[in-house]
C-alpha cells in the first residue's frame, strides 16, 4: 500500500473561482461544504484537506473523513478518523467522532469493505496514511460531471447499455426479442415523446406537480433497496417525497430539511405512486 511519503498535497493552490486553499485563516470548512453542495466533489476534497492543515482538531479530521467515506475511499476515511480520536478534546468532540465512526463501519459493512479493526483507539490502520498529508492530484478523480442528475455522485461510469427504441419493442424483429422478455438490461428511447409535462414545465415540476396532487400518498424508498433490513417503503405525501428527493443525501441532510436519517453508502432515494 502506498505510504504519505508517496504523495504530494496541493493545499496551497487557487480555485479558479479565486479560492486560496493556502490562506491559513481561510474559511475552509464552510467553503467545502458550499462545493459540497454545488457538486464539486474534487474542491470539497480540497478545501476538507486545507481545513485539517490549518485546523488540527478533532472535528476537521472528522470532516475531512465523512467526504472521503462518501467518495467510497473508504481505507483513507478509516485513517483519517483514527487520527481524529486523538485529537479529541471534548465530550461533544468525542460524541461527533463516534457518531461518524459508526457511520464509517455501517458504510464499509454494507460495501463490503474488509474492516482492519472496528475499535478506534487500537493501532490497526488500514495500510494508506492519514489522508491530510496524503497526495491529491488536480483531475484524478475519475468521475464525471453528470448534468442530468440532481445531485451528482462519486462513482465511475457503467458500461453502456443497449439502446431500444419504442419502435423496435412493438416491431417483430427476432434480435429485440430478449429485450421484448426483460432477459437483458437496456435503455428504452423514445417513450416519452408528446408528454407535455416536458413541454409545459420542465423547470417547474418540482412545485407543479404536487399542486396537481397534494394529497396523493406514494411509496418512498429513502434507502432504495441497498439495505438488506430496510426493504420497506414509507408512505409519504407526493410533495414531501417531492422534496425529499431535491434534498442532497449526505450526513448533513437533515439539515437541509430531511425527514430521513442519513445511512452512510445508502444514498439513492425512489418514489413509487401509490395512490391518487
Not at 139 to 145: C, D, I, K, T
Not at 211 to 239: E, G, K, Q
Request: hydrophobic share 35%; glycine share 8%; charged share 25%.
Amino acid at each position: 500500500p502506498a505510504s504519505a511519503s508517496d504523495y504530494e498535497v496541493d493545499v496551497d493552490g487557487i480555485a479558479a473561482d479565486g479560492y486560496d486553499f493556502g490562506d491559513p485563516a481561510g474559511p475552509h470548512t464552510k467553503q467545502a461544504i458550499a462545493y459540497d453542495s454545488m457538486g464539486q466533489t474534487e474542491l470539497s476534497l480540497r478545501a476538507f484537506l486545507a481545513a485539517a492543515r490549518f485546523n488540527q482538531g478533532s472535528e476537521s479530521k472528522a470532516n475531512l473523513a465523512v467526504c472521503l467515506m462518501r467518495m467510497q475511499k473508504y481505507f483513507d476515511a478509516y485513517d483519517t478518523m483514527k487520527a481524529g480520536f486523538k485529537l479529541v478534546r471534548s465530550d461533544r468532540e468525542r460524541e461527533h467522532l463516534e457518531e461518524n465512526w459508526a457511520a464509517l463501519m455501517q458504510s464499509m459493512e454494507v460495501m463490503k469493505v474488509e474492516i482492519p479493526s472496528r475499535d478506534p483507539h487500537d493501532q490497526i490502520y488500514a495500510g494508506v496514511g492519514d489522508y491530510t498529508t496524503r497526495a491529491f492530484a488536480p483531475g484524478a478523480l475519475p468521475w464525471p460531471y453528470r448534468e442530468k442528475l440532481a445531485h451528482q455522485r462519486s462513482v465511475v461510469l457503467g458500461e453502456p447499455m443497449p439502446r431500444v427504441s419504442v419502435e423496435e419493442m412493438d416491431g417483430d424483429d427476432p434480435q429485440f426479442a430478449p429485450y421484448r422478455q426483460r432477459l437483458v438490461p437496456f435503455i428504452l428511447t423514445g417513450g416519452l415523446e408528446g408528454w407535455k409535462a416536458l413541454e409545459e414545465w420542465p423547470e417547474t415540476w418540482q412545485t407543479y406537480l404536487p399542486s396537481l396532487f397534494p394529497n396523493s400518498v406514494t411509496d418512498f424508498y429513502p434507502y432504495n433497496m441497498l439495505s438488506n433490513n430496510r426493504h420497506s417503503p414509507y408512505l409519504t405525501r407526493l410533495p414531501r417525497a417531492v422534496r425529499e428527493l431535491l434534498i442532497e443525501p449526505g450526513p448533513r441532510q437533515q439539515a437541509y430539511g430531511s425527514k430521513v436519517r442519513f445511512v452512510c453508502g445508502v444514498v439513492w432515494c425512489g418514489v413509487v405512486w401509490c395512490g391518487v
